[in-house]
């Protein structure tokens, strides 16, 4: 059954089914280049949809507040079970609503308000939870913020320990948004023991090129270990927490009832079917692919003269930086997204121009690989998207890219849809 098409939404609320099958026809035939998003398979979907919603379990399994648990800490159990399996983790908290909570109940598990962080600042590729000053982890912590080096566009882990001596953090966050390069956990788990601060990292982009063992993990190195479930480890949309055995109540009780009530059990039980489909050989195939397919990408789109910031990629996206193309990063994306090419408007490091108009996109792989995409797809990309990015005015031609790639879409089925 497709769960985009239920015929009891359907005659409930047409209006409704409308939309959502409209949403599932653009998630078909068009290039979804959000480097976040993904397509989440049938079986998460349907364990999304299921009855897991109507029960409410707070509490932790085997410590609930409410009774008729008996299936309920089975399947939470089951998810703590495969995290800790997956990523090697001693403590596996998997009631996050999503990864900004996540986020927060570290801060508030572990942190008082006014204690300071050392992260790294939006504009250069960091989270807007890592204490950016328009958000609740900017009001309540002193804040100080490392970036990228102007010369590599790469995090100068010199200049970090540099920082970290000097305003003797009590938590240093690595992780980012919109960071092409491999993050050295090792480098910060050093200066965060030099300095006594606490490490952590939020892997929230790149979960699934840890689970797939294409980027190296932060586990071993980090405190705690925030991430979403549902970008590359393309699971539902959640957060999750892995942590050290001495931090484990503590993040428990950030979580609950530190910062939330009752878990979303229906998004917990389809986190245990991704993290039993990320356990399986073939994700490692695709987590594989998700980084070589991104790397034939940016090789492509240099070769059309591109100028893309750290040169590269190490990873599952690549940050562009248009200012030598002569078009702003948001007329770019909406010429794209004419065209069929869905991506997002970002800020690039020391960007000339204004956040909400910034000199970037961002794109990457993650939901083209889960569709079969391979090199020969990102050659032809890196061709349309050259294309477009010089005529964005071209109506014609975006209209019939977005036909060209409509039929290239159809030869690939979307998981999930
Ligand atoms: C996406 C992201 C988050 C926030 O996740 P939401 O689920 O959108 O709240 C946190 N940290 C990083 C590094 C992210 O990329």
Redesign the pocket.
Known sequence: MDLNAHPALRAADPTLADLIALEAQRQRDVLRLIP?ENYASTAVAAATASCLANKYSEGYPGKRYYQGQQYIDAVEQLAIDRAKAVFGAEHVNVQP???????LAVYFALLQTGDRILSMSLPHG?????GWNVTISGRLHDVKQYGVRPDTHRIDYAEVRQMALEHKPKMIIC???AYPRTLDFAAFAEIAREVGALLLA????ISGLVAGGVHPSPVPYADVV???T??TLRGP???MIMCREVHAKAIDRGVFPGNQGGPHNQTTAALAVALHEAAQPDFKVYAQRVVSNAKTLADRLLTHGFSLVSGGTDNHLILIDLNNKGVSGKVAAAALERAGIVCNANSVPFDPRKPFDPSGIRIGTPALTSRGMGAEEMVKLADWMNAVVRAPDDTALLDRTANEIRALCAGFPAPGL
Not at 97 to 103: H, K
Not at 126 to 130: A, Q
């Open positions: 976040s609503y999503s990864g900004s909570p996540a986020n960091g989270h807007l939870t890592h992780g980012a948004s939020d892997i929230a982009h925030t991430t979403t549902h970008k949309r959640g957060g």
